[in-house]
């Protein structure tokens, strides 16, 4: 065998030595245990656990709002033109049927004269046709003049009528137009802003003004969907406002229904009938009302660390046959103390519950209590 062939024969040696090599490397992997994935199960071991606890119904409800005027109005112009007059300023006191503003109609006004003249006219006609006609009825039935000169007759006085009703929409217009250039307060206030001044070109309907009346006022505030089940109108409450240091008595007039779906916020309002008591009272204060409630019956308590909000529900974590439950619950108020929290549905006095809050629990998580 020459160089040449050894040297083949020796490389094929190798490759088949390679091939044999990786086949056995490869048996050898398949032929290893796979064990199957043991499941890891973990316990979650719970310390502080509690149970419902039966309590009377009491607590205090507080409700931070603010001070509105409940009488209002936003002045209009009723007509387009140059704004001629601007009669007050902001903060300005008015009285009721005060002109406030003036749009600039003098270009009408010149022509009044005009129209009560047409007016003047056309009743004047009317009575020289109307007295005609009386005569020539008296004639007609004396045979003095035809049928056909009666009904010429009737004929004026209808047209002449018509003319006179024509003036007088025409004049009762152009007053109307005249008196909507003034701007009038509807009521004794205050005005609260100025949208315009005086030179400006307005357009009917345009805001001018806006007035309030400070004597009336309302105390807008928001309260929990739960805790509105304790608040009746006709109810007294003292308010305290920012600045003043004597609380103000307020009674609870309504509880308007909620704007935003879902949400568990209701607005209450609170009315005071402004006196020389409380001078101080205005519009845009900020305060605080409180209301103490106590009920003759009781209810399921938890404490407030066992209840947590997830998408506007109250979830609480319950522990049933060692597993961790996941319960909705209708909370209500806290206690007077501020410490547990009224649960009106959804949980048993039985119940075991988590007593605090823990991030990324899941249902159905085994749970070792520790004693």
């Keep these: 065998m020459n160089f040449k062939s050894r040297t083949h024969l020796f490389l094929v040696l190798i490759v088949l030595l ?18 199957v994935n043991d499941v890891l199960v973990k316990v979650f071991q719970a ?13 205090r409800i507080e409700m931070s709002g603010v001070l509105l005027a409940s009488e209002t109005a936003t002045l209009r112009s009723k007509t ?21 503003a003036e749009v600039d109609v003098r270009d ?32 007609a039935r004396q045979g ?9 007759s009737q004929s004026n006085l209808a047209a002449n009528l018509a003319q006179l009703k024509a003036a007088e929409s025409a004049a009762m217009a152009h007053s109307k137009q005249v008196a909507d250039a003034l701007i009038t307060a509807p009521f004794a206030g205050v005005v609260a802003r100025r949208l315009v001044n005086a030179g400006e070109k ?4 345009q805001e001018v003004l806006q007035l309030l009346n400070p004597t009336r006022l309302e105390f807008k505030a928001m309260v929990d969907a739960a805790a509105s089940q304790f608040l009746k109108p006709g109810l007294k409450m003292p308010v305290q406002f920012e600045g003043i240091s004597q609380a103000v008595t307020l009674r609870l007039d ?41 009920l003759s019956q009781e209810g399921l308590t938890l404490p407030i660390t066992a209840v947590q909000e997830e998408g506007g529900k109250s ?28 649960i009106l549905d959804g949980l048993k006095a039985t119940d075991t519950v988590l007593a605090l809050r823990f991030e990324g629990l899941k249902e159905g998580t085994k749970v070792e209590v520790k004693r």
């Design 254 to 294: 309504r509880i308007g229904p909620g704007n935003d779906v879902g949400s568990r916020a209701l607005p209450v309002y609170l009315t005071l009938e402004q006196t020389s008591s409380s001078p101080m009272l205005r519009p845009g204060l900020m305060g605080m009302a409180q209301y103490a409630y106590a």
């Design 315 to 342: 979830i609480v974590w319950v522990i049933q046959a060692d597993v961790l439950k996941r319960q909705t619950v209708t909370a209500g108020m806290k206690d007077s103390q501020g410490q547990r929290i009224y």
């Design 80 to 100: 387009a033109g140059t704004l001629l007059r601007l009669n007050v300023a902001e903060g300005q006191t008015v009285q009721k049927g005060q002109i406030l």
């Design 202 to 205: 307005i357009s009917p309907e």
């Design 108 to 139: 009408l006004s010149s022509k009044t004269e005009e129209r009560e003249a047409a007016v003047s006219s056309a009743q004047r006609a009317y009575q020289l046709s109307l007295s005609q006609h009386k005569a020539n009825q008296d004639l």
């Design 47 to 59: 310390s502080e656990v509690t149970q419902p606890q039966l309590q009377a119904l009491s607590g």
């Design 18 to 35: 390679s091939l044999g090599g990786g086949a056995w490397y490869w048996q050898q992997q398949r032929t290893k245990a796979s064990p």
């Design 144 to 152: 003095f003049i035809s049928e056909t000169a009666l009904a010429s």
